[in-house]
């Protein structure tokens, strides 16, 4: 019973958001705007913050050619610090959206046609948490279990951030790969979230500096 209650609430989540970015869409013309998230996680050496702006930007479609509106995301991952290289990583991806996750959460929190204050995330709609059991390998990626005790998006006008390099080096070496070092997802793979995983749900530009 547990598991089919897990399951409904990621539906009724896909729904809810998916209703909200198709309004918007119709709503709102081609444009570019940017978002700070900011993470709070509660650990045992008190509350850890880290924040990441991205950009993002929306094609509506082109008259009568049935074009739907896309939607391109420029930015990174949050990564918050718990212990001195130890970090937790709020990706661009989550649970049940997938790649879309990091336009359509700034959909979903900023309806209106004019973007400008802070949003606070339902526990519903966080990104996916990852932490690494050595940063230096990709393939022990696992997820991170520290609580949550906020999410905040607030839309800004600084520059897209970029410094996840700095912390795992190794992000421009998998553009390709996913990060078990495989090309493509496989049914058993050996470490499955790593193989779920790649160098696009941490940076849109892994090589960035």
Not at 25 to 34: G, H, K, L, Q
Not at 119 to 132: C, D, H, I, N
């Amino acid at each position: 019973m547990a598991y089919k209650f897990k399951m409904t609430n990621r539906i009724r989540a896909l729904l809810t958001l998916a209703c909200a970015v198709a309004a918007w869409f119709i709503a709102t013309p081609s444009d570019t705007w940017r978002y700070r998230m900011t993470v709070t996680l509660q650990t045992a050496n008190g509350e850890k913050t880290g924040s990441a702006v991205r950009e993002v930007t929306v094609h509506t479609g082109i008259g009568l050619t049935g074009l739907p509106p896309t939607m391109d995301i420029s930015g990174e991952a949050v990564a918050v610090e718990i212990a001195p290289k130890e970090y937790v990583f709020a990706l661009l991806v989550d649970e049940t959206h997938g790649e879309d996750y990091a336009g359509n959460i700034f959909v979903a929190a900023f309806p209106a046609k004019k973007k400008e204050g802070r949003a606070t995330l339902p526990a519903s709609q966080y990104p996916m948490l990852v932490r690494f059991d050595s940063l230096t390998a990709p393939k022990t990626v696992a997820r991170a279990t520290v609580p949550v005790k906020e999410i905040t998006l607030e839309v800004t006008e600084e520059p897209v951030s970029w410094g996840l390099r700095k912390i795992l080096p190794w992000l421009p070496n998998y553009g390709f790969l996913r990060l078990d070092g495989e090309v493509f997802v496989r049914e058993k793979a050996d470490y499955p979230l790593a193989n779920a995983l790649k160098s696009q749900t941490f940076s849109t530009e892994p090589e960035h500096k």
